[in-house]
DNA sequence: CGAACAATTGATCCTCATCAAACCTTGTGG
DNA sequence: CCACAAGGTTTGATGAGGATCAATTGTTCG
């Protein structure tokens, strides 16, 4: 598959960059194609080169030592990630990215984002704005984790997947996902996600099957998410 | 308190910066003091200035609707807060900046600092290496809340101190903090805390006083944050 | 059809949060 | 200098919220 180098302009580091850079950004890229389960990076590996998805889906999760995953973000099409390497030489990765399903992406050497930032503000400020976003939204859902009780949580993880990667079908909105991967989104288990999924079902406010979800009442679900009086 | 524009060169943010650099920036700052428990900004206010904390010492801190907070960081001199404004012209602070005892910043307008990374890459550079640290640091803590038990995750929050703040007495080092702050850096409860510190005691890892905490043996609160088979 | 894997459900137990009461420590004002 | 107030800390009793484990039931795909 070859990438129109002007198709990178979708992703947003690059909204403001010019034809140019984005043709030297193309050059310097390589396509990696891997399947379901594998690996782009694993946490720890030296974070040389940074990546754009371009077809596909894939994960950011971090492992602690004795193995138990949390999720960070997915990760869609036309999405970078990867990209905290550029900023500092040296550095590893501070997460793993496994695909969701067969993947494509882009990688890049860490080295050409950097040299290309020195005299291209603009690039600068659109990385620093994804930043600025990633730790916001960390911050975000450390408070919820400290905070707030499971079913909520959930409910927040939902819609967050819902904007992410929902798609709209008749009678709600679709997505596609397992419960464990919803638990380790929302800081729980797999049981207490089935739980609540299935309470959710007798009141209507979804519709669940195997790997998937359907949202038949996103007003409720977000009613769930943001009720005060959560005594 | 009038302060010699160099001395800026501390801030991390600033250690690439020129002479002339920094003498801008100084011209711009306003001086602000402020008593403990007073707050320089607001989660939500409008984020058009960033801070450096020259005396003093803060909390930057998320709140719930319900009114729960959970601390994010502490700030210690020289260190730069509030600074995520500076690079979404018209964003609002995420957090909440709280004086931990009487404290005094420069104020600098948001302005100022996104006009000057225009031309000087280094800037860029170094605010993105902070935040690529926050981002890491984010990451790790959530991973912690979602995945280690209490006592642990207390540890790592006392370590983390222990860096950030810690003074080194005949004995071991010396911390200064209440159970209530340990407890929001850790996702706890003051409760929670005390009834752990009053353990550690016991074994002769620390000394626990009224907003005091002399930690005998560093080595053995290692073990508890790392220990692996924490069955 | 069978294997593999996702999901459900029930039973049990454990970690912590919650609430209440008492205790210490520090600073202040009479 | 003592008494008292304010606020930090400790400790106990209790219970809820979820994790964990086990067994069973879908669902999908080769």
């Known amino acids: 598959m070859k990438i129109d180098p002007l198709d990178l302009r979708q992703v947003s580091v690059f909204q403001n960059a010019t034809d140019e850079d984005l043709k030297l950004i193309a050059q310097h ?3 990696r194609s891997i399947e379901e389960g594998e690996f ?46 550029a900023v500092r030489e040296g550095a590893t990765y501070p997460a793993s990215a496994q695909a969701l399903e067969h ?27 994804l930043m600025t ?10 408070r919820e984790l400290a905070t707030e009780k499971v079913e909520r ?9 819902a904007t992410q990667m929902g798609t709209k079908k008749k009678g709600g909105i679709e997505l596609s996902f397992t419960r464990q991967d919803l638990a380790e989104m929302s800081g729980t288990t ?16 979804v519709e669940a099957g195997r790997e998937r979800v359907l949202i038949r009442d996103p007003h409720g679900v977000v009613s769930i998410a943001e009720e005060l009086n959560q005594q």
């Open 29 to 31: 890229a390589v396509e």
């Open 40 to 85: 782009f990076f694993f946490q720890g590996d030296p974070a040389d080169y940074f990546y754009v998805l371009i077809s596909g889906r894939a994960k950011l999760m971090q492992t602690n030592p004795a193995g138990q995953q949390v999720n960070l973000r997915t990760i869609n099409e036309w999405q970078m990630f990867g990209a905290l390497g």
């Open 103 to 129: 993947s494509t992406a882009l990688a890049v050497k860490s080295d050409t984002l950097r040299d290309l930032m020195k005299t291209r503000p603009y690039l600068s400020f659109d990385l620093m704005r």
């Open 133 to 142: 976003g990633y730790i916001q939204e960390m911050q975000e859902r450390y």
């Open 153 to 161: 949580r959930i409910a927040r993880a939902l819609l967050r997947l």
């Open 190 to 205: 797999l049981f207490t996600v089935s739980r609540v999924m299935s309470e959710w079902e007798r009141r209507g406010l």
